[in-house]
């Protein structure tokens, strides 16, 4: 029996929790090493167990993989999860790559300095409502079908599934112009999968809270400003 | 239609490869001469500004699968407002393609396309996974180098010492322990990869930021001095390619002006 993937980062959503959506979509069990300081990071680090220096990493089928990006894409390779065919494929690559644009805003939000709260609240809201959540209500409506794409699961609808619920967390009501959205949110959500790991005691994470971002910022050094993909916000050298 | 409807059926019952050859043959002789132009010269459309940004690797990677293709190049506000307008860019943004009949947009969608499309994505998924792990990494030294126009001016020597110092210690080391480690001419499966084309383009941008970056590197120099000399590539590099210039000071100032650059428009517009 193949061993199975391990995912190594912080006890915390931060990138890993897109990998741990996925997974549980796909039904394949996984165990975590969760770091609480930085000399296990840089004991990782120094072991050559991390290509860039960086997390997340899971080990899966002999492989150290890193890159969130990388590995998201292995495992919807691996478990069916990426369409049919490569006309499925870039379809499913367009919607998930705007999707984590939007991700990242809300991921780094929780690093932002206290008195751009607010204003990085609203740009979620707007970016969420204007930008992305109009192109999956139109998709879904134009074909009406149950997922987004070809007409079965894909990482494109567990994807959609998590930012939605990101997105609910910032404001609740996010979904109120988006009949489709939210049928589709009711419909996935029930998959047998997805209600066992929105249950308690799955490994998904809660939003990141005070406690947490202290835990974070002692594993890792935080950079502020340099890479400057959001103003005011704090990127972190993961 | 119907012509080609019974050059179909004609063809359903052989099995053998090189009868399915003949039957292609068949087929595309029915078709008239507009479809089968239409069908085989419709070349990629890369809808973008006149400058290298995030269009510039999808430039790279189509040159380097040999495939030809038109640019339109905005030149005015205005243009890139009508583009938004016309509903063709799903997330308001460039870079965007036309292409096999898509508006694909975003730009790892694009390369991921093209990479599959034309054979430079590895042989299986294992090969892909690590052609991931390689591209998303320079594609991050990449962003760096794109943003470093957008940096203040009393904090551009910090950037441009923080860019070399990530090159060096963080990202060059990788591809040259890979080349040095399996000994062979790619990075990736002993043949040419969309990671191998994006290795080349990433050194020689860091290499217009300090031209001897790649002194402690020997297997990165004769990678380069290597891929350099593939004919598609070779091509690419010669003047009057679609290759763009890096930015100066002067052009960006004028790009600024025209579109109202700062690094809002940015993350708005490009991804």
């Not at chain 1, 915390?12 to 897109?18: F, H, I, N, V």
């Not at chain 2, 016309?86 to 308001?92: A, H, R």
């Not at chain 2, 299986?124 to 760096?144: C, P, S, T």
Request: proline letters at 4%; glycine letters at 4%; aromatic letters at 10%.
């Amino acid at each position: 029996m193949a061993a199975k993937p391990k995912l190594y980062y912080f006890d915390g959503r931060g990138r890993m929790e897109s990998v741990r959506w996925l997974l549980a979509a796909a039904g394949v069990e996984f165990e975590e090493v969760l770091l609480e300081t930085a000399e296990e990071l840089q004991n990782l680090i120094k072991g050559g167990k991390l290509m860039y220096e960086q997390l997340p990493m899971v080990e899966i089928d002999g492989m150290m993989m890193v890159q969130t990006r990388a590995i998201l894409r292995y495992i919807a390779g691996k478990y069916n999860l990426y369409g049919k065919d490569l006309k499925e494929q870039v379809l499913i690559d367009m919607y998930v790559e705007g999707m984590r644009d939007l991700y990242d805003i809300i991921m780094l939000s929780p690093l932002s300095l206290p008195e751009d709260k607010e204003k990085n609240f609203s740009f979620i809201s707007e970016k969420a409502t204007q930008r992305f959540f109009p192109v999956y209500e139109k998709a879904l409506k134009d074909h009406g079908k149950n997922y987004l794409v070809g007409n079965q699961l894909s990482w494109a609808d567990i994807h959609l599934l998590e930012l939605i619920l990101m997105v609910e967390e910032c404001k609740s009501d996010a979904l109120s112009a988006f009949p489709k959205l939210q049928e589709f949110k009711a419909r996935v959500s029930k998959l047998p999968r997805i209600q066992k790991f929105l249950q308690p005691g799955s490994p998904r994470r809660p939003p990141m809270d005070e406690a947490s971002l202290e835990a974070a910022k002692k594993i890792f050094k935080f950079e502020k400003g340099l890479l400057l993909k959001y103003s005011s916000t704090i990127l972190a050298e993961f | 239609m119907f012509a080609l409807s019974s050059c179909i059926q004609g063809g359903q019952q052989e099995e053998s490869s090189s009868t399915s050859v003949l039957v292609r043959l068949f087929v595309l002789s029915c078709l008239s001469e507009n479809q089968e132009l239409r069908i085989m010269a419709a070349k990629p459309k890369l809808y973008y500004f006149d400058g290298r940004g995030r269009m510039e690797s999808v430039r790279w990677l189509l040159a380097a699968a040999g495939v030809e293709y038109e640019e339109v190049l905005f030149q005015t506000a205005e243009d890139f407002k009508n583009l938004i307008k016309s509903g063709k860019l799903m997330y308001d943004q460039v870079p965007m393609v036309e292409m096999d009949g898509m508006s694909i947009v975003q730009t790892r969608a694009i390369l991921k396309y093209i990479a599959t499309k034309y054979n430079l994505y590895g042989k299986d998924l294992k090969e892909r996974a690590i052609i991931d792990m390689y591209v998303e990494g320079m594609r991050d030294l990449n962003d760096m180098i794109m943003f470093f126009p957008f940096s203040l001016p009393e904090e551009k020597q910090k950037i441009l010492n923080y860019i070399l110092e990530r090159a060096t210690q963080r990202f060059f080391p990788v591809y040259e322990k890979a080349l040095k480690d399996h000994g062979k001419n790619y990075l990736v499966g002993n043949q040419l990869s969309w990671a191998d084309v994006q290795l080349l383009e990433v050194i020689l941008m860091v290499e217009e930021l300090k031209s001897d970056i790649l002194s402690a590197f020997p297997k990165l120099q004769e990678f380069k001095a290597r891929v350099i000399k593939l004919p598609r590539i070779q091509k690419f590099l010669q003047p009057g390619s679609p290759r763009k210039p890096p930015v100066d000071d002067a052009s960006f100032e004028v790009s600024r002006k025209i579109y109202k650059i700062d690094k809002n428009f940015v993350l708005k517009h490009m991804s």
